[in-house]
């Protein structure tokens, strides 16, 4: 058997690079580490779910998972793996909101389009990034967060990259979001970690 080359997680998704529609990971693996207010659990590709879980281990081993917090909000995966469709009908749900506002069809796609990625240009459809914080919301409130500190010292031990890094959005294509998670092996979030470089700069 050969062996696995350590580039299989590199995989570049943007705007630029888009992931084809039937593009699905056969090894989705769920996640313990997913919020507990009754969403479904979230998934990733196998050797990134694992890695995750046992990054959760170490998470409530050192006392940042306060499981018995009343409202759930305890440190967590809000969102992992998301298919084409699920992409497609949130882009649609978002547009229509907007158009029920206001606004023309273009209008709504190009304001939609500044926060949320068109199906197929999302790299959550990848199974290979997470969404993961302590808010009730995504925001970049989340930096004051001590797990956030921890990660951003400790993630890449376990091979995890921050994706959209501050002071990269030029680069990236998208605003900083300190809870967004990618998984490329140890061996290159380890160099993209001491680099101090985001995916785009990385691979290219
Ligand atoms: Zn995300």
Not at 22 to 49: F, H, I, V, W, Y
Not at 91 to 118: D, H, L, P
Not at 130 to 156: G, I, K, Q, Y
Request: glycine fraction near 8%; charge should be negative; hydrophobic fraction near 30%.
């Amino acid at each position: 058997m050969a062996p696995v080359p350590e580039d299989e997680y590199l995989l570049l998704v943007n705007r630029e690079h888009p992931i084809g529609r039937g593009n699905a990971p056969e090894d989705l693996t769920e996640l313990s580490g997913t919020r507990a207010d009754g969403r479904p659990t979230q998934t990733m590709r196998k050797c990134a779910a694992m890695a995750l879980n046992a990054m959760f281990l170490e998470l409530d081993r050192l006392g940042y998972l306060d499981r018995t917090s009343p409202d759930g909000l305890t440190f967590s995966v809000t969102s992992g793996y998301r298919s084409y469709e699920y992409q497609a009908s949130l882009f649609e749900t978002y547009k229509s909101q907007y158009m029920a506002g206001g606004m023309t069809e273009e209008q709504a796609i190009a304001r939609v389009s500044r926060t949320t990625a068109r199906p197929g240009e999302s790299e959550h459809q990848t199974g290979l990034c997470v969404d993961m914080h302590d808010r009730l919301c995504a925001t970049t409130e989340f930096e004051h967060s001590p797990v956030f500190a921890w990660l951003s010292e400790n993630a890449w031990k376990f091979g995890f990259i921050l994706r959209y890094p501050k002071g990269k959005e030029e680069i990236t294509g998208y605003s900083y979001e300190p809870w967004h998670y990618r998984y490329v092996g140890r061996f290159h979030a380890e160099r993209i970690h001491r680099a101090g470089l985001c995916l785009e700069e990385y691979v290219s």
